[in-house]
């Protein structure tokens, strides 16, 4: 019976390329389609599975090992905090961490923001940096359309996800400090690595190649 | 209401996880023994300064501490090799050596609870203390290996490496400590991404460079030792692939090779290991099974140096690889009148070997045989 290699994908915007770059591995990908239902494709004759997961629930199979390797954002592993191996940047999926106020605010520095009000979607990566900065701020958990809580007054800033910056624009926000990057990551199991290190390597081998020489979108 | 709550991450176990744990507590002693290793217990509290002195302080965040009547602070202990650092150090100064020693017991770290991670849980493993040298680490990692084999695991990797290479090279980078600790953790880590970016900016020279990036990918044979060409122009790094090499033949002399891989990755997050070191997996569980490694310069942390290795299993995560119990011997239920009847009856089975209750409720036969119906795996004797 052959072993299978379980591959995590995130669903929604990192499909597409994700798909894309694992056509050019040579990996199957026949049927896999981003609008489809189907939450586990199973190719036997080459013995790759794939299961379809929420972005941030990919590191939390990763690490338990419900699959061997994953395609995730570095944003989610970092707010996560899960233990996976990072093994490539894939470069695409480009977005970055940033601190972003009113447009009056342009120009703040950082430590005019201590004991402020941080709304943001990502608690963890929002706490941890502001303590590294050794400022302390009160963090304030919202799911969504984090934009609003300065205009609202809930917050005085936020912490959130950017890739173009036109959601700050549109919403009279600037970003006043950049956190950190974050790209598409392909992460593996700790254990997986090691016990299926003859179908692992190889592929993480040929993704470094691709990678290298630029995926296309 | 609080009166059913247990703290978070420690756990009750029922007689079925009960049996599998004491089946392999029972078998990993018995093979423990069988090499001349003794057990010993210690304090299941251990003053900080004690923990710190071993562990380097890297886990602080993870200790249980509070404080005693006195004002000292005591921790939950953590793992056991500093204990037994600490005890060999008070009460073994004057023994013949090499001494063997192993362990069964609870440790207890504050961590996230989930799967195969609890804040209280239970470790068996052995320090061979007075030792150094390839023999010492191959005898160690052979009992590793021997003891998953006899606790019933078949499908298993240990994986080795000698933590001399990545010292070595990260000594010839001229990093500073830091810097050091940094690339450590992220060759541990396997982060391929941040040590690349770590290397792409460090001003080292571009062949050290290489070889670093490619210190966590390095697994399999011997063979992967050939990759790393810096070897020869490092004689600390050198030193330690031949010891690498040298423990991996013995432990192929031993029949064990089968299970051992080269994994230039595994470093070991504690601070003391100091050559050898090596960590075991199943494909079964997403975490690893067991650790340990060589660690020369603890024991002179207490004022006794002496070269040392060893190392810990976990039996939780064993159990749930496990999970079956064994078969054990037959229940039989003894009831009747006559209570001396019906007790020597019971003792003269027991002596058999049988697992023997008597009734204590003073059933008829029918209304025995209807409980035995409701709850089987029992036999019934009826002494009339």
Redesign the interface.
């Known amino acids: 019976m052959a ?1 299978y290699l379980t591959i995590a994908l995130s669903k929604g915007t990192l499909l597409k390329p994700t798909l894309a770059l694992f056509r050019q591995v040579g990996l199957p990908t026949e049927g896999v389609e981003p609008e489809s239902r189907n939450m586990v494709f199973t190719f036997e004759q080459e013995a790759i599975k794939y299961i379809m997961c929420r972005p941030t629930d990919v590191p939390v199979y990763v ?4 699959a061997d390797v994953g395609v995730v954002g ?1 944003d989610v592993i970092v707010e996560q905090g899960k ?1 996976v ?5 894939l470069k695409y999926g480009y977005c970055r961490f940033v601190v972003a106020g009113p447009a009056a605010m342009q120009g703040a520095r950082l430590k005019e923001l201590n004991y402020k009000r941080v709304a943001t979607k990502f608690p963890v990566m929002a706490e941890r940096f502001f303590r590294s900065q050794g400022l302390q701020v009160e963090v304030i958990k919202l799911h969504g359309n984090v934009e609003l809580a300065p205009l609202t007054g809930i917050a005085d800033v936020i912490v959130d996800l950017v890739s173009t910056g036109a959601t700050l624009r549109e919403n009279n926000l600037v970003e006043l400090v950049k956190i950190m990057d974050s790209t598409t ?1 392909l992460v ?10 003859e179908k692992i ?1 190889p592929l ?1 081998e040929r993704v470094q190649e691709i990678v290298k020489g630029g995926v296309g979108q | 209401m609080r009166n059913r709550e247990i703290p978070r991450g420690t756990r009750d176990l029922l007689p079925d996880e009960v049996a599998v744990k004491r089946q392999m507590e029972d078998k990993a002693g018995k093979l423990f023994r069988s090499y001349g290793y003794e057990e010993v217990i210690t304090p299941t509290v251990e003053f900080l300064e004690v923990v710190e002195t071993g562990t380097g302080g890297s886990i602080r965040e993870e200790l249980f501490l509070f404080m005693d009547r006195e004002g000292g602070i005591l921790s939950l202990r953590p793992e056991m090799t500093v204990s037994i650092a600490r005890l060999a150090a008070t009460h073994l100064q004057d023994a013949g050596f090499p001494q063997r020693l192993f362990y069964m017991t609870n440790v207890f770290r504050h961590v996230q609870p ?2 195969a991670q609890y804040r209280e849980f239970w470790q068996t493993g052995i320090e061979l203390l007075g030792a150094p040298g390839v023999y010492a680490d191959a005898e160690v990692i052979s009992i590793a290996i021997n003891t998953l084999q006899a606790i019933g695991l078949d499908n298993f ?1 240990v ?1 080795l490496n000698h933590i001399g290479i990545v010292n070595g090279l990260l000594d010839a980078a001229g990093l500073n400590p830091e810097e050091k600790e940094t690339m450590r953790r992220l060759i541990e ?6 040590l690349s970016a770590l290397l792409e900016q460090a001003s080292i020279d571009e062949a050290l460079k290489e070889a670093l990036a490619s210190l ?2 390095l ?2 044979g011997l063979e992967v030792l050939q990759r790393l060409p810096q070897l020869e122009r490092n004689a600390t790094a050198a030193q330690a692939a031949q010891d690498l090499i040298k423990v991996y033949d013995l432990l192929k002399i031993s029949g064990l090779s089968d299970h051992v ?1 080269v ?1 230039m990755g595994v470093l070991r997050g504690l601070d003391y290991y100091t050559g050898m070191v090596f960590e075991g ?3 079964d ?4 099974l067991l650790g340990g490694g060589r660690y020369d310069n603890l024991m002179g942390k207490f004022g006794f140096p002496l070269p040392a290795t060893g190392f810990a299993m976990g039996l939780d995560r064993l159990a749930l690889v496990l999970k079956q119990r064994e078969a054990e011997p037959e229940r039989l239920l003894v009831g009747g009148r006559n209570y001396s009847a019906v007790i020597a009856k019971a003792n003269e089975l027991r002596g058999h070997g049988f697992i023997v209750e008597t009734d204590v409720e003073g059933l008829s036969k029918a209304e025995l045989e209807q409980k035995i119906a409701a709850n089987p795996g029992r036999d019934l004797i009826f002494v009339d």
Do not use: C, W
């Not at chain 1, 191996?85 to 940047?89: G, K, N, W």
């Not at chain 2, 880590?189 to 941040?194: A, F, G, I």
């Not at chain 2, 569980?285 to 690893?288: E, W």
């Open positions: 072993e690490e338990q090992g419900a570095k233990d191996f990072e093994m490539v940047d990551r593996s199991n700790r254990v997986s690595y090691r016990t299926k290190h390597q993480i | 989930h799967l990797k994986s880590e396997k982060d391929l991404v941040e966590p990918v697994h399999g891989v994994d997996y199943s494909p569980l997403g975490y690893g």
